[in-house]
C-alpha cells in the first residue's frame, strides 16, 4: 500500500499570506495524485487532480504541482473561506489512500 | 447536477451489521465509467477508502476490512449500498459515498452521515 505523508500538520498563516503543502508519497505515483479540501462540518471537495489540474469551479489561486513522489498544493494568497484541512489522495495503485492531511488556520 | 446522499443508522451496538445507503443523482451507475465509492472518516482523523463498485458491477474492497464489507447498487433506484459486518466502537465515523469522476478522483462527494457504535 502506498503511503502518503503530508507536511506541515499545521500552518498557521494571515489572510492574503502565500500557503504552501506538501505532499510525499512512499513510492512513486506518476501523476495520479489529487488534493482536497475539508471545511468544519463539510464533505471533502474536489481542488486538483492528476497532480496540477484545477477541478471545475476552483478559483485561480489554487494550484498544484509535481510528479512521482512530491507534491505541493499552492495557495497564492489566503481568503478567508480557504481556511480548512487540506487532503491529498493517490489513485495509483488500489486502494487509493489518503494523507493525514494539513490544517491551514488562521494566524 | 450530480448530488448523493448517505442513510442510515446514526447509532448501532457492537458486532451488529451495519447497513448504509447511498441515494444519488444527476448519473447513471449502468452508464459505462461510472463508479461509487464510500469512504469515512473517524472524529477529527483522516479519510479511510472502504469500498468501489462500478458500472459493471465490479467491486473493489479495502484490505483491511475486506472479510466485513459488502457493496451492491440498485441501478433502478440509483442506489448503492455498504453493509459492514461486526461493528466495533472504532468504527464510529462520518461515513460518506462519493462518485468517481471519468477522470478517477471523488467529485461530488455526499454529505456523510454520522454512525456510532455503542452499546
Keep these: 500500500e502506498i503511503v502518503l505523508t503530508q507536511s506541515p500538520a499545521t500552518l498557521s498563516l494571515s489572510p492574503g499570506e502565500r500557503a504552501t503543502l ?13 488534493w482536497y479540501q475539508q471545511k468544519p462540518g463539510q464533505a471533502p471537495r474536489l481542488l486538483i487532480y492528476d ?41 495509483s495503485n ?14 | 447536477q450530480v448530488t448523493l446522499r448517505e442513510s442510515g443508522p446514526a447509532l448501532v451496538k457492537p458486532t451488529q451489521t451495519l447497513t ?18 464510500w469512504i469515512r472518516q473517524p472524529p477529527g482523523k483522516a479519510l479511510e477508502w472502504l469500498a468501489l463498485i462500478d458500472w459493471d458491477d465490479d467491486k473493489y474492497y479495502s484490505t483491511s476490512l475486506k472479510t466485513r464489507l459488502t ?37 461530488p462527494w455526499g454529505q456523510g452521515t454520522l454512525v456510532t457504535v455503542s452499546s
Design chain 1, 22 to 34: 506538501s505532499c510525499r508519497a512512499s513510492q512513486s505515483v506518476s501523476s495520479y495524485l489529487a
Design chain 1, 51 to 91: 497532480a496540477s489540474n484545477r477541478a471545475t469551479g476552483i478559483p485561480a489561486r489554487f494550484s498544484g504541482s509535481g510528479s512521482g513522489t512530491d507534491f505541493t498544493l499552492t495557495i497564492s494568497s489566503l481568503e478567508p473561506e480557504d481556511f480548512a484541512v487540506y487532503y491529498c489522495q493517490q489513485r
Design chain 1, 94 to 107: 488500489w486502494p487509493g489512500t489518503f494523507g493525514p492531511g494539513t490544517k491551514v488556520d488562521i494566524k
Design chain 2, 20 to 37: 448504509l445507503t447511498c441515494t444519488f443523482s444527476g448519473f447513471s451507475l449502468s452508464t459505462s465509467g461510472m463508479c461509487v465509492s
Design chain 2, 71 to 107: 457493496i451492491s447498487k440498485d441501478t433502478s433506484k440509483n442506489q448503492v449500498v455498504l453493509t459492514m459486518t461486526n461493528m466495533d466502537p472504532v468504527d464510529t465515523a462520518t461515513y460518506y459515498c462519493a462518485r468517481i469522476q471519468p477522470s478517477g478522483w471523488f467529485d
